[in-house]
């Protein structure tokens, strides 16, 4: 009775190893193609938020400027008005704040949209890359999570093979997949599980 329970249980845990590192790597793969995606989806409303903010302080600095201009003209009829100066003093102060204001986040504009290209292009980049190894799964709704995709192997373990490892095209796709970033270590050790002949994946 012992010598059979430790044979389930070593068989349990050689059978165990290679079905963890499998799935940890489909959610290690997930999380940097989702990590992506979140990035993407919130650079781009950051990015126009900061474009209407500056066109708001650029149409008030229009304003402000307009009255400047009357205020000075008002001046010259009247070049003793203390009051006047004092005016002209004040909006010119605050339109050198305003374009100070304005350059910055016209910077900043100028960064998230370099972000937000590089950020598309590499998620464009990894989505291609994921066949024939992953696929992306739409499903009906969203997940607990919130994304209306999931990403799961392109082609599942044949019947009482959970554990399966890759064929030769499957690991050199993780090559493609993991060219501009490090490999995580679930993936590097389930692509070193040795091949299963026959298999496809």
């Known amino acids: 009775m ?3 329970f430790l044979l389930i249980l070593v068989s ?5 190893a290679p079905y963890n590192l499998r799935e ?3 959610e290690r793969v997930a999380g940097i193609y989702l990590t992506l995606y979140d990035e993407v989806a919130s650079t781009g409303p950051r990015l126009q938020l900061l474009k209407e903010r500056n066109q ?3 149409r008030e600095k229009k304003t402000q400027g307009e009255i400047l201009t009357k205020t000075k003209e008002l001046l010259k009829s009247k070049p003793t008005d203390i009051t006047l100066r004092d005016q002209i003093e004040i909006l010119e102060s605050k339109l050198a704040a305003f374009g100070d204001i304005i350059n910055e986040n016209q910077k900043s504009i100028s960064k998230n949209a370099s972000e937000l290209k590089a950020k598309k292009l590499a998620l464009k980049n990894l989505q291609a890359s994921l066949p024939p190894v992953f696929e992306i799964v739409k499903i009906s709704g969203k997940d607990p999570k919130g994304y209306p995709f999931k990403i799961e192997y392109a082609t ?5 093979h959970e554990g399966c490892a890759l064929s030769s095209a499957g690991k050199q796709q993780f090559k493609v997949i ?3 970033q490090e490999m995580p270590e679930a993936c590097q050790k389930y692509v070193n599980i040795s091949e299963v002949p026959g ?3």
């Open 56 to 58: 708001t302080l650029q």
């Open 178 to 180: 993991f060219k501009n």
């Open 199 to 201: 298999q496809i994946e």
């Open 12 to 16: 349990g845990s050689a059978f165990g």
């Open 2 to 4: 012992q010598i059979a």
């Open 24 to 26: 940890l790597c489909r």
């Open 156 to 160: 599942p373990c044949r019947r009482f």
